[in-house]
C-alpha cells in the first residue's frame, strides 16, 4: 500500500556554521548542505568529487562523539529528505526517507497498532542515523539491533551508483552499522512491531550493588521484553554498582480499557511542564548546580534512597513515549554538563566478565576524581553485523563532564579503561565514542572485518569521498597500514 506525499523541489543550499556532537564537547566548522531529494543528492557528490571535498552525512546530530561531522569539508544535513514513502498497516511494513525521525515515525503508525522494533533512549534521531550506527534500545536481549529489522535498503554511493539491499545480501550487514561512509540509505524499509495498546505494564525495584543488578538483568531477562538498570555510579565499597532497574512488558490485548486513546499520539505527548506549572525547559538550568563530583553524589543517593524507600517492586502503566525516550523528558539536559560539556563511554562486556571489569571501571573512575554521573547498565546479544558492538553480555554507559584543563586526563583515564575492556574480550559503540585508538578499534573488530569494510568502501566510493572525524580519527590509520 503506497502513501504518496509532496515534497517541494528545491535546490540545496549551504552556508558555513559550527558543527555540534551531542555532547556540546566537539565544535568543528563545515559546509553544511540541506539536499531534499535524492537528484540534489548525487548532484552534491558529483559537485564534491568535481572540487576535491571530503563529506560527512547528518541527521539530527545526536551522536556523542564526532561521527556526524568533518572539519572544514562538507556536511549533508539530510533531515529534509524526510518522507514516509510507504505504508501498510496490515503487515507492518514501512519505507521511508533517511531524514525521518523516530518520532515521525511513531507518531505515523501508533495509531493503526503499530511501534518501533527497536528505538534507542530518545526519539529524535532519524532513520538514516539508526541505520548507520544500528542502534540499539532496552530491549536488545529480545529484539536485537535496529538492523535486524530492516528488510530492504536503497542505496546511493558517492560514485553515484544505487544499490537495493536485503539481510540475503552479504553487504547489507557490512552497510547497516557501517557508521554513514559507505554510502546514503535514501530508502529504508523496516518491519514493525504490533501493539494493542500504547502502554507498558512497568515492574520497578531497587538493587543494593552491582552484583545484584547484573544478576537480575540476566534473571529477568527472559520474563520482560524491555529491561534497563540505573547505577549510583558514585556510591562506592559495598554499595558499588546500586540502583534501579525497570523491566517492562507491552499490555496484552484485551486487558487496556481504551485502547484507542492510548494509541493516540495525544496520549503520548510528553508534558511540557513539571508539577503542573515548571516548565521543562527550564529544568537543566536547575539541575547545573549540582553538576559536580558531590552534587551528583547527592542527587544519586536520593534517587537510590527514593527507589529503595518509596518504589520498591512498584508496579504500575506507562505511556510507551514516556517509558522509551526518558532522554527527551527534560530538553536539552546535556546543557547542565557545565565546563565543555560532555562525552560518553560505553563499553560491551562479556556475561562471564561483566561483574569484575564493571566493578574495576567504578571504582578506578572514583579513584581517579572522575566518576561518570549518569551510569546504565543493559543486557545484550551477540549480532552479525561487520562492525558490530554487540556480545552475549553486558554495556555499561558511562556519562563524564568535560572539564577545561582536564581533557587530557579523562582521555587518558579511558584509554587505560580500554585495556581492561579489551583484556576481557568486550567491545564498543562507535555512536558513543569520542576517544578510541585505531589500535583499539582494530583490536576489537579484527583484521578480517576491516578487510571485509575497506573493501566495500574501495568499490562503493574509490575516491574516499565518504569521511567523518570519527572515520579520519580510527579507520583511515587503519586503512593505511592494512594498504601497506
Same mark, same amino acid.
Given at each position: ?30 559546509? &553544511? ?70 518520532? $515521525?515515525?511513531?507518531?505515523? @503508525? ?49 560514485? /553515484? ?14 552497510? &547497516? ?8 540509505? !535514501? ?5 514493525? =512491531? ?28 527472559? %520474563? ?33 480499557? +481504551? ?25 537543566? %538550568? ?59 563511554? $560505553? ?25 561518570? +554521573?549518569?551510569? &546504565? ?41 580500554? %585495556? ?8 564498543? +559503540? ?15 573488530? /579484527?583484521? $578480517? ?7 566495500? =568502501?574501495? !568499490? ?13 580519527? @580510527? ?10
Amino acid at each position: 500500500m503506497f502513501t504518496p506525499a509532496i515534497h517541494p523541489q528545491r535546490a540545496p543550499w549551504s552556508h558555513w556554521r559550527l558543527v555540534e556532537n551531542f555532547g556540546h564537547s566537539i565544535r568543528v566548522p563545515a559546509q &553544511v548542505f540541506q539536499p531534499a531529494t535524492v537528484e540534489q543528492l548525487a548532484d552534491l557528490f558529483a559537485r564534491a568529487r568535481r572540487e576535491n571535498v571530503a563529506i560527512a552525512l547528518r541527521g539530527s546530530g545526536r551522536s556523542y562523539g564526532d561521527a556526524a561531522m568533518r572539519q572544514g569539508h562538507w556536511v549533508l544535513d539530510l533531515r529534509r529528505m524526510n518522507r514516509i514513502l510507504a505504508w501498510d498497516p496490515k503487515t507492518g511494513e514501512i519505507t521511508v526517507e533517511p531524514g525521518v525521525t523516530i518520532e $515521525q515515525l511513531w507518531r505515523y @503508525v501508533l495509531p493503526d497498532g503499530w511501534w518501533p522494533a527497536v528505538v534507542p533512549g530518545t526519539m529524535r534521531p532519524t532513520m538514516g542515523g539508526c541505520v548507520a550506527m544500528n542502534v540499539h534500545g532496552k530491549n536488545n536481549w529480545h529484539a536485537g539491533t535496529f538492523g535486524e529489522h530492516v528488510t530492504r535498503l536503497r542505496v546511493l554511493t558517492p560514485a /553515484g551508483d544505487e544499490y537495493e539491499l536485503t539481510p540475503d545480501d552479504p553487504r547489507f550487514h557490512t552497510f &547497516v552499522g557501517g557508521l554513514g561512509v559507505l554510502g546514503v540509505a !535514501t530508502s529504508i524499509t523496516l518491519r514493525l =512491531k504490533r501493539v494493542a495498546s500504547g502502554n507498558l505494564d512497568v515492574h520497578a525495584w531497587a538493587v543494593p550493588d552491582l552484583a545484584h543488578m547484573l544478576a537480575d538483568l540476566d534473571t529477568y531477562k527472559d %520474563r520482560y521484553e524491555y529491561i534497563v538498570g540505573w547505577v549510583d555510579s558514585t556510591a562506592m565499597g559495598w554499595a558499588r554498582g546500586r540502583g534501579q532497574i525497570h523491566a517492562a512488558n507491552h499490555v496484552p490485548e484485551g486487558e487496556e480499557l +481504551y485502547p484507542e486513546r492510548t494509541l493516540s499520539p495525544d496520549y503520548q505527548v510528553l508534558p511540557d511542564v513539571f508539577f503542573g506549572f515548571v516548565p521543562k525547559a527550564w529544568m537543566w %538550568r536547575f539541575m547545573r548546580p549540582f553538576m559536580t563530583n558531590w552534587g551528583v553524589r547527592l542527587v544519586n543517593s536520593a534517587k537510590y534512597w527514593a527507589s529503595r524507600w518509596l518504589s520498591h517492586h512498584k508496579t504500575y502503566r506507562q505511556a510507551l513515549v514516556a517509558f522509551n525516550f526518558l532522554l527527551d523528558y527534560i530538553p536539552n539536559w546535556e546543557r547542565a554538563y557545565r565546563g565543555r560539556g560532555l562525552i560518553q563511554y $560505553q563499553i560491551f562486556v562479556p556475561r562471564d566478565e561483566a561483574l569484575r571489569v564493571f566493578n574495576e571501571v567504578l571504582r578506578y573512575t572514583q579513584q581517579r576524581g572522575m566518576p561518570s +554521573y549518569l551510569a &546504565v547498565v543493559k543486557r545484550h546479544r551477540a549480532d552479525a553485523f561487520l562492525l558490530s558492538h554487540g556480545v552475549d553480555g553486558y554495556s555499561l554507559a558511562l556519562d563524564f563532564p568535560v572539564w577545561p584543563g582536564k581533557e587530557r586526563d579523562l582521555v587518558a583515564m579511558l584509554h587505560e579503561l580500554d %585495556r581492561l575492556v579489551l583484556d576481557a574480550g568486550g567491545r564498543f +559503540y562507535f555512536a558513543k565514542d569520542a576517544t578510541l585508538t585505531p589500535d583499539t578499534a582494530a583490536a576489537f573488530l /579484527g583484521e $578480517q572485518a576491516l578487510r571485509t569494510f575497506f573493501e566495500l =568502501k574501495a !568499490t562503493w566510493d574509490p575516491e574516499d569521498r565518504l569521511q567523518t572525524d570519527l572515520y579520519r580519527r @580510527v579507520f583511515a590509520p587503519l586503512r593505511s597500514r592494512l594498504a601497506a
